[in-house]
C-alpha cells in the first residue's frame, strides 16, 4: 500500500509541470487527497486537496489560478497541473490520503508541522525546482 508522487523537475518561471499521485494496493475513491509541499526553511504548505466524493476542492491562496487538481478514479490517480510557475513554488512537493475527509480541512491539517492525524496514507515526494 502506498502514494507516490511524480512528475517533478527543473523548470524555469512561467513554465507548467504536471504532478501525479498514484496509489497502489487501494483505491482512492473514498479518500480526499491533498498535495503539500515543503521547502526548506518554510513551514509545510497545504497546497491543495479535492475531496472523495463531488470533487469539491481546495486551494491555497498562493496558487490559486494557477495550479488545478483533478483526480481520475479509474487510473487511481490524482494529478496536480501547474501553470506559470514562481520560484516560490521550490520545494518538495507530495501527497496524501484522508478518508472521508474534506478538501479544507485535509489542507488545513497539511500545513505546519507533525502529522495530521486524519491522514491515512502519506506519499513519497517529488522535487520542483523553478528558476528566475
Known amino acids: 500500500v502506498q502514494l507516490q508522487a511524480s512528475g517533478g523537475g527543473m523548470v524555469q518561471a512561467g513554465a507548467s509541470l504536471r504532478l501525479s499521485c498514484a496509489a497502489s494496493?487501494?483505491?482512492?475513491?473514498?479518500?480526499?487527497i491533498g498535495w503539500f509541499r515543503q521547502a526548506p526553511g518554510k513551514e509545510r504548505e497545504g497546497v491543495s486537496c479535492?475531496?472523495?466524493?463531488?470533487?469539491?476542492?481546495y486551494y491555497a491562496d498562493s496558487v490559486k489560478g494557477r495550479f488545478t487538481i483533478s483526480r481520475d478514479n479509474a487510473k487511481n490517480t490524482v494529478y496536480l497541473q501547474m501553470n506559470s510557475l514562481k520560484p516560490e513554488d521550490t520545494a518538495v512537493y507530495y501527497c496524501?490520503?484522508?478518508?472521508?475527509?474534506?478538501?479544507?480541512?485535509?489542507?488545513?491539517?497539511?500545513?505546519?508541522?507533525?502529522?495530521?492525524?486524519?491522514?491515512?496514507?502519506w506519499g513519497k515526494g517529488t522535487q520542483v525546482t523553478v528558476s528566475s
Open positions: 479535492i475531496s472523495s466524493s463531488d470533487d469539491s476542492t
Open positions: 496524501a490520503a484522508a478518508f472521508m475527509e474534506s478538501p479544507s480541512g485535509l489542507c488545513t491539517g497539511l500545513a505546519g508541522t507533525g502529522d495530521y492525524p486524519g491522514v491515512n496514507y
Open positions: 494496493g487501494f483505491t482512492l475513491n473514498y479518500y480526499a
